[in-house]
T-cell receptor, first 112, second 112 residues
Framework: DGGITQSPKYLFRKEGQNVTLSCEQN?????MYWYRQDPGQGLRLIYY???????QKGDIAEGYSVSREKKESFPLTVTSAQKNPTAFYLC???????????FGQGTRLTVV | GENVEQHPSTLSVQEGDSAVIKCTYS??????FPWYKQELGKRPQLIID?????GEKKDQRIAVTLNKTAKHFSLHITETQPEDSAVYFC???????????FGTGTLLAVQP
């Protein structure tokens, strides 16, 4: 499955709660990314990290937070400040931004 | 900021016909332009990529062309087959920003 794993596959959250999506890779990749996929809007970049202990905001970072304490892990927290969190979230990793990115199988988050 | 535009959003062709998807990018420092295919319910996977020092690249029935002056690149699929039906995404690296920016996707339907 490409060595990058997201969990859980489906996640339900009540309004006002924070939730953390897991992303783990064993490909020894330095770069990791989080994207949000909505119908008709493609893959929008939330956060990215080029190296451990460093990350930058993407185009739609508001209401999200990340950490990169280990090279293998890049968890995404969807906070209560995210106004429209229901979406499909994809994590990816690559050697760097100019090489093939491998995607996880995604997490579908539903706010109920 | 960096932006990648993709057209058309949907494309329907008859089996055996060719399909062309076009993308434009905004960052003149971009050097890497991959194309991903996402089948229904699956993760995006790289199908072909091109770098800025090359104008065209082919792999069997798929080819990509790049015009750096005009800042646009295109995916060409010849002799389309029903299994080519999927969503296709173009992307560009963010030059100095280390991002990987995706277009909004094209839903390709190949009619048997």
């Amino acid at each position: 499955d490409g060595g990058i794993t997201q969990s859980p596959k489906y996640l339900f959250r009540k309004e006002g709660q924070n939730v953390t999506l897991s992303c783990e890779q064993n490909l020894n990749h330095d770069a990791m990314y989080w994207y949000r996929q909505d119908p008709g809007q493609g893959l929008r970049l939330i956060y990215y990290s080029q190296i451990v202990n460093d990350f930058q905001k993407g185009d739609i970072a508001e209401g999200y937070s990340v950490s990169r304490e280990k090279k293998e892990s890049f968890p995404l927290t969807v906070t209560s400040a995210q106004k429209n969190p229901t979406a499909f979230y994809l994590c990816a990793s690559s050697i760097d931004q100019s090489t093939e990115a491998f995607f996880g199988q995604g997490t579908r988050l539903t706010v109920v | 900021g960096e932006n990648v535009e993709q057209h058309p959003s949907t494309l329907s062709v008859q089996e055996g016909d060719s399909a062309v998807i076009k993308c434009t990018y905004s960052d003149s420092a971009s050097n890497y332009f991959p194309w991903y295919k996402q089948e229904l319910g699956k993760r995006p996977q790289l199908i072909i990529d091109i770098r800025s020092n090359v104008g065209e690249k082919k792999d069997q029935r798929i080819a990509v062309t790049l015009n750096k002056t005009a800042k646009h690149f295109s995916l060409h699929i010849t002799e389309t087959q029903p299994e080519d039906s999927a969503v296709y995404f173009c992307a560009a690296d963010g030059g100095a920003t280390n991002k990987l920016i995706f277009g909004t996707g094209t839903l390709l339907a190949v009619q048997p």
